[in-house]
């Protein structure tokens, strides 16, 4: 790994892990219960800071038991984060869409992703989110469950070099959406995620560049930028260049 590489891990469905600017960063971790996840919960490495998109279990996951076991730092909404700090994680960050934090490895931008939040038992679970993590020269996007949204376009302007998108249908973005949101975005990198989980999202998604060769040509960019589209199986480590 060199300065201006980092590694992604996918452990399916929406949990990445980041290794990047020295930080090692996980999203979304639904491990246990999650069919896609060839990984046990007591063997995923260790984590400085964990994320959470919204409350729907096949998000939030393991992030208690991760975060208050490794005594990482759980960012999420407001609502999230109390949620889980009383629930005994120690260290926790409260963010709402527009805000930004600086952190020792970089900066996270928390912004809006159109989909429910509720918490275990119905509780309000605030708004659902996404984050755009800077570390170490990298910067990535993690859209959690969203549906299109024009407010995409306006982060063509942050420089993204991976785009973590859902495309499984019904419950967020399907293909077409997806290739539409990466034409958006231009991220150097389109990592498709929240698919195949189980049948309901099972996608084709090796429809997934074709269909982002038309959106990109219906922008006008041209066909030097058009984004890589890297599948990842689960539990695959990829090297991600800047």
Known sequence: ????????????????????????????????????????????????????????????????????????????????????????????LGLQ????????????????????????????????VGFVVEAGGFVLYHAGDTALTHDMAFLARLGIHAALLPCGDRFTMGLEDCARAAAMIAPRQLVPMHFGTWDVIAQPVERLSGLLRQEWAASGRGADGLPEVVLLSPAERRCLDL
């Open 1 to 92: 790994m060199t300065a201006s590489s980092c590694f992604l891990t996918w452990y399916g469905h929406a949990a990445f892990h980041l290794e990047a600017g020295g930080a090692s960063l996980l999203f979304d971790p639904f491990i246990q219960g999650n069919p896609k996840c060839p990984v046990p919960l007591e063997k995923l490495p260790p984590v400085d800071v964990v994320f959470v998109s919204h409350g729907h279990a096949d998000h939030l996951g393991d992030a208690i038991e991760i975060a208050a076991r490794q005594d990482a730092l759980l960012v999420s909404n407001v609502e999230i984060a109390e949620y889980c700090h009383a629930r005994g994680v120690a260290r926790t």
């Open 97 to 128: 869409p527009g805000g930004c934090v600086q952190m020792e490895f970089g900066r996270v931008r928390c912004v809006p992703a159109v989909h429910g939040s509720p918490l275990p038992g119905g509780r309000y679970g605030g708004l659902a």
